[in-house]
């Protein structure tokens, strides 16, 4: 009697084993077939249609930088690239902000620290020597210092069209030197 349990149990457990392997089976073809999409002869041969790629994820954090001595140093100022200040943060400004951002004077933004929850105002301004463009203000004090950030570090920032303000976050911390 206790043979014929025994028997039934491993049945289905062996069953339950083959159910599991099919669907393991089947969600690696799928991650294959979403992997390589551009691959696929339906898609190529339906332009125009409706795409049925999945996306996923959209990064948030449209403004990143990988922190140098620079932007670390006495100078209290973050150096930002000139084709991202043009293509992400000017846009967002209000036109008398975007055109102070572009003078000598610069145009006040608040910057909100996401993790910390505090919220800092510094100086966004071009940088007429080198093109570029710059967060001035209390930069070292507010953001270096208080964060300990350190070379490598990545940062973030993006734009809150309901607040007005740029987020700001630590994405990546530097691996520490042995």
Known sequence: ??????????????????????????????????CNNNNNEEEKNNKGSVS???????????????????DLGILSRLLLAADLVKKQIL??????????????????????????NTMHELVLKRWSSSK???LIGKWNQDFVRRRE?????EIGFQWDPFKRTFNFCVLKRAMPMP
């Open 1 to 34: 009697m206790n043979n014929i349990h025994f028997g039934n149990e491993r049945e289905q457990i062996q069953k339950k084993r083959k159910s599991y392997d099919e669907a393991t089976t089947n969600m690696k073809t799928s991650k294959r077939r979403l």
């Open 52 to 70: 049925t790629t999945l996306k996923l994820y959209d990064d948030p954090w449209k403004i990143k930088k990988t922190l140098t001595d620079s």
């Open 91 to 116: 846009p967002m400004l209000e036109v008398d902000e975007a055109r102070a951002a572009e003078s000598e004077e610069g145009s006040p933004v608040h910057v909100c620290d996401m993790e910390t």
């Open 132 to 134: 570029s463009y710059v």
């Open 149 to 153: 950030l350190k070379k490598g570090d």
